[in-house]
């Protein structure tokens, strides 16, 4: 059933990535994959899951050292390539694309390194809660309640701001134009 028809396959990645380098210097990696397709229940009227397929996937030169250093058992990866066989009930798939899922984890790539909030864990939001009351004000002569730190900005980052940056000086697009002096 070898085919030159490009087919995209999403699954789990099972097992380790084996990685070898040819006589030549040409790096292989080689993963398992097994894909669970969703089919339609017309009598339960909803989708399941299918039976699962395996795959094992073949990947060539710096794509496999790329797979070899990022997959790990259970990372979920979207494939692109061809069916080259088929034995053993077992799909044997030349990858020639290769992306790990976002639908369950975040990656990053060597150009784009992660902000201080992609830290923060990630929680549902919650519903609205009914708005209280507005306090009644405070007088002028009580020092306004310290604000508690709800950002992931540095300590110094206000005492700057508030100063007006004055150890910075704006160069370049950010600076403001010069102002011309006005003759008559």
């Not at 210097?25 to 397929?53: H, M, N, Q, S, Y």
């Not at 996937?57 to 058992?73: G, I, K, N, P």
């Not at 300590?155 to 011309?180: H, I, L, N, V």
């Amino acid at each position: 059933m070898p085919s030159d028809l490009v087919t995209p396959v999403t699954g789990t990645v099972t097992g380790d990535v084996e990685c070898r380098i040819t006589e030549t210097g040409t790096v292989i990696a080689r993963f398992r994959l097994t894909a669970r397709p969703r089919e339609w229940d017309a009598r339960a009227r909803a989708w399941r899951d299918g039976k699962p397929v395996a795959y094992i996937c073949t990947v060539w030169r710096d794509l496999a050292r790329t797979a070899a250093e990022s997959l790990t058992d259970g990372v979920i990866v979207l494939v692109h390539g061809r069916i080259t066989d088929v034995r053993d009930n077992t799909l044997w798939f030349s990858v020639d694309e290769l992306g790990i899922s976002l639908r369950q984890r975040i990656a990053y790539t060597e150009q784009s390194l992660p902000s201080p909030q992609a830290a923060a864990p990630i929680s549902t939001p919650q519903p609205a809660a009914v708005p209280a009351p507005c306090p009644a004000p405070k007088p002028a002569a009580v020092a306004p309640a310290r604000r508690t730190r709800t950002d992931s900005r540095p300590r110094w980052w206000e005492t700057e701001r508030s100063q007006g940056w004055p150890g910075f000086t704006s160069t370049g697009a950010d600076s403001p134009p010069p102002t011309a002096a006005r003759t008559r």
